[in-house]
């Protein structure tokens, strides 16, 4: 954190968490005609008709994700980092974005800075997690 600004790690999270944010979020993607039909539920193949940013809805009452990303094991950890107790904003800030595209360079801490730059900024790739056949 200190040489680079930032810290990578891998395998954060539970898998079954992961799979169970990620069920709902395409569920809710299906809906909205952004993901393809497939026989396999997990499968989510982007309708490249539709264009996907940014999607704050997919969020909202979404229990799965609120534990995924505010539960014990990232305040925890944030607390530990810091030293100190943490706590987290209302309000997530979820980017579904096909293959080939990106979320440009921008800087999180004018959206979230809110008179404060004591603000770190967890970005989470669903998609990244590849669950074996025991799971």
């Known amino acids: 954190m200190k040489k680079d600004g930032y810290l990578y790690i891998k395998e954060f999270f539970?898998?079954?968490?992961?799979?169970?944010?990620?069920?709902?979020?395409?569920?809710?993607?299906?809906e909205l005609n952004l993901i393809l039909p497939r026989a396999d539920p997990l499968e989510a193949k982007a309708n490249s008709d539709q264009r996907t940013v940014f999607m704050p809805e997919l969020a909202r009452q979404n229990p799965a994700l609120d534990q995924l990303l505010y539960g014990d094991r990232v305040i925890s950890f944030y607390t530990r980092l810091l030293g100190s107790p943490v706590r987290h904003y209302d309000f997530t800030w979820f980017r579904p974005v096909g293959p080939g595209r990106g979320t440009a360079p921008h800087c999180d801490l004018v959206y979230m800075g809110r008179g404060t730059r004591q603000v770190f900024t967890m970005w989470v790739p669903l998609e990244i997690y590849r669950l074996s056949s025991a799971a």
């Open 14 to 30: 539970q898998q079954l968490e992961v799979l169970n944010v990620r069920k709902e979020i395409i569920a809710r993607m299906r």
